[in-house]
């Protein structure tokens, strides 16, 4: 029986910046995507129908109906393509769930890949980012992979050059926060300051820092408007980043929604202690080191075709 292994990577947001709530319930971002070293494996084997099931350290914390964005993805992809398929999808989770570094968007990406080259269907990358965009926000870009700036919900892409590599550390909190309920919490705090929200602006010292790979000033940039929210809802972060920035983090910031917090390291020896540090706190799960940017999920076939 033939199978596909699609490798695809989180991401972190080096920029985040939040504009109004839109009346469709969405709200128009700026959104710096930088896909990290840290990854999930999706396999697409043949079956008559679509299934998914879990395997690794976050397994226990992934839906296999159909509330899981993988099944989805390929659901959507045979809709596109007019016809009936079937694969059993089995991810292997390196990727924390509900952590703000796109976990299940990665997962989507990754069903849409394996199934694509599965199924032969040969759909080119653009229809892919047209049914990754129809399944969530962060989807299309976990197919991108690189860094990219994110419009208006986050999926119109812009990609961005970057020059070497960025070191990272992740802290991992115990559970999870909902997106949703973050967004809701900022916007519950932006009400009752009574304040007029922006619209949302890219950070020009920001990308000309990623473009020639100036960490430096990268982490002196680092911006989430999520991470007020998510310290509210989680206050014990706020001993999560200060940990990290006395060990010399250039920068400390909320990865996305959170409650996975990220720090920008010198270089990959300090990643590594920032994450050996980090994974001693009564505050984190597990701790990762990382680097970035890595390109997105590319398919290889574990036996021949038939």
């Known amino acids: 029986m033939s199978s596909v292994t699609v490798r695809v990577p989180a991401k972190v947001n080096v920029q985040l910046s939040v504009g ?35 395997v690794g350290e976050w397994a226990d914390q992934v839906p296999v109906d159909d509330g899981n964005l993988a099944i989805q993805a390929a659901r959507a992809l045979a809709k596109h393509a007019g016809r009936t398929y079937g694969a059993h999808l089995v991810i292997h989770k390196s990727i924390p769930v509900a952590g703000g570094m796109a976990g299940g968007s990665a997962d989507a990406a990754g069903a849409l890949v394996a199934c694509n080259e599965l199924w032969g269907l040969g759909l080119p990358f653009e229809d892919l980012m047209e049914i990754a965009g129809d399944l969530g926000s962060d989807v299309p870009f976990s197919l991108l992979g690189g860094t990219a700036v994110g419009t208006g919900r986050g999926e119109q892409l812009s990609e961005l050059p970057t020059t070497g590599s960025f070191h990272w550390a992740f802290a991992v909190a115990p559970g999870g926060l909902s997106t949703a309920e973050v967004y809701a ?55 999560t980043l200060e940990a990290g920035r006395a060990e010399g983090a250039l920068g400390a910031i909320v990865s996305g929604s959170g409650p996975t917090c990220a720090f920008l390291a010198t270089d990959a020896d300090h990643a590594q202690h920032l994450a050996d540090t980090l994974a001693k706190l009564p505050t984190c799960r597990a701790a990762l080191a990382a680097h970035g940017p890595v390109p997105g999920p590319r398919p290889s076939w574990s036996s021949s075709r038939t």
């Open 20 to 54: 109004p709530l839109r009346e469709d319930g969405y709200h128009d971002l700026v959104n710096v995507f930088h896909a990290v070293s840290v990854f999930d494996e999706v396999v697409a084997k043949e079956s008559d129908s679509i299934t998914v099931s879990v």
């Open 185 to 239: 919490q900022c916007d519950r705090r932006r009400e009752s300051a009574g304040v007029e929200v922006p619209w949302p602006q890219v950070d020009d010292s920001l990308l000309e820092a990623l473009s020639t790979g100036d960490a430096d000033t990268l982490g002196a940039r680092l911006t989430n408007d999520l991470q007020a929210a998510a310290l509210t809802l989680r206050p014990e972060l706020a001993r």
